[in-house]
């Protein structure tokens, strides 16, 4: 199954807005709202940052926001901190019950 | 404070098996799906499988549905994944995670699965 589609990379400057996008089908983000987005630093553990859709879990700074329109979901990073500077990937439910991830985007603070 | 640790991570030749395990802590694991994910190396995520919180109901990627099997023992509050005919694609870092309505909001550290002769 194909992986979901984002940018291999992103950069902003400290205090910039950088908007990462994820494009699916009618099959997962464009039917559901089971959609995550995940920052990943190497070498340590996967954190949820959203879920839902748009939902941020508690402890998560409020830069982080997430939306959907169609097949495609998008993460933006308000006021870039340089500790952003991570992985970052997408997920969404599947119809057949599974789930598909995007391919990643490593975002850097310039 | 939810922990999720696994296990049983190494190197393992083609056509091999192995069985991790991911001891969970913090939270009533007996009320959570649990998910298992991998990344090979340089590559992203990828969803490897999920298993209900009663076990009744289990769920495979394609690339390791037949060889794969997830199970729990809630009395251990441990998950596993049994991993036959492994194969050098299947060469990755294995995290358990928690898993809400497909979603993963707790992840382990990961372990290495290194398929090679």
């Known amino acids: 199954q194909s992986a979901l589609t984002q940018p291999a990379s992103v950069s902003g400057s400290p205090g910039q807005s950088i908007t990462i996008s994820c494009s699916g089908t009618s099959s997962d983000i464009g039917n559901y709202n089971y959609v995550s987005w995940y920052q990943h630093h190497p070498g340590k553990a996967p954190k949820a940052i959203i879920h839902d859709v748009s939902i941020r879990p508690s402890g998560i700074s409020d830069r982080f926001s997430g939306s959907k329109s169609g097949n495609r979901a998008s993460l933006t990073i308000s006021g870039l901190q340089a500790e952003d500077e991570a992985d970052y990937y997408c997920s969404s439910y599947k119809s057949g019950d599974t789930v598909i991830f995007g391919g990643g985007t490593k975002l850097t603070v310039l | 404070e939810v922990q999720l640790l696994e296990f049983g991570g190494g190197l393992v030749q083609p056509g091999g098996s192995l069985r991790l395990s991911c001891a969970a802590s913090g939270f009533t694991f007996s009320a959570y799906a649990m998910d298992w994910v991998r990344q090979a190396p340089g590559k992203g995520l990828e969803w490897v499988s999920d298993?209900?919180?009663?076990?009744?109901?289990?769920y495979y990627a394609d690339s390791v549905r037949g060889r794969f099997s997830i199970s729990r023992d809630n009395s251990k509050n441990t998950l596993y994944l049994q991993m036959n005919s492994l194969r050098a694609e299947d060469t990755a870092v294995y995290y358990c995670a928690r898993s809400m309505w497909w979603q993963n909001d707790f992840w382990g550290q990961g372990t290495l699965v290194t398929v090679s002769s």
């Open positions: 298993i209900n919180y009663s076990s009744t109901s289990t």
